[in-house]
């Protein structure tokens, strides 16, 4: 029969381990940093470049997602959109110009008392308005 080892080993071993984390936590801040300052070089060096080419600097594509802002809907939006045909998250979102967890949302709070159920399952699921 093996005996359990002594508390104080447990107690040690447990120490390394969060020893063991705490340098592993550094490392990573620390080549975080490294990298900042490497971007931040690179930058400074494609100015000095530009600015000796006489070339402008390569503005960012115009066709980069922006964040959209938040669109807010009523249920009554919702319910005219799926009468007019929208009958998932994303078409409903197409139609109202709101993002499909906006959309999850507003009929997770409201849907039940608009009269709208859903028939089916994930992918194959369909919104109706009773």
């Given amino acids: 029969m093996e005996s359990d080892p002594a508390p104080s080993t447990i107690d040690q071993i447990a ?3 969060r020893q063991i984390e705490q340098l592993k936590h550094r490392a990573v801040l620390e080549l975080k940093v490294k990298l900042a300052e490497a971007r931040a070089l690179v930058v400074q060096l494609q100015d000095q470049i530009a600015q000796y080419t006489g070339e402008a600097q390569a ?3 115009e066709d980069v997602k922006k964040r959209k802002t938040p669109t807010s809907i009523t249920i009554e939006q919702v319910v ?3 009468r007019g045909g929208a009958t998932n998250y994303r078409m409903l979102a197409a139609k109202l ?3 499909t967890q906006t959309i ?3 009929i997770q709070e409201e849907g039940a008392k608009a009269g709208i159920t859903s028939v089916g399952q994930k992918a194959a699921f369909c919104l109706l308005v009773r």
Avoid: F, L, Q, T
């Fill in 15 to 17: 120490d390394y381990e």
């Fill in 59 to 61: 503005k960012p594509p």
């Fill in 80 to 82: 005219e959109a799926i």
């Fill in 97 to 99: 110009g709101a993002s």
């Fill in 104 to 106: 999850a949302r507003r």
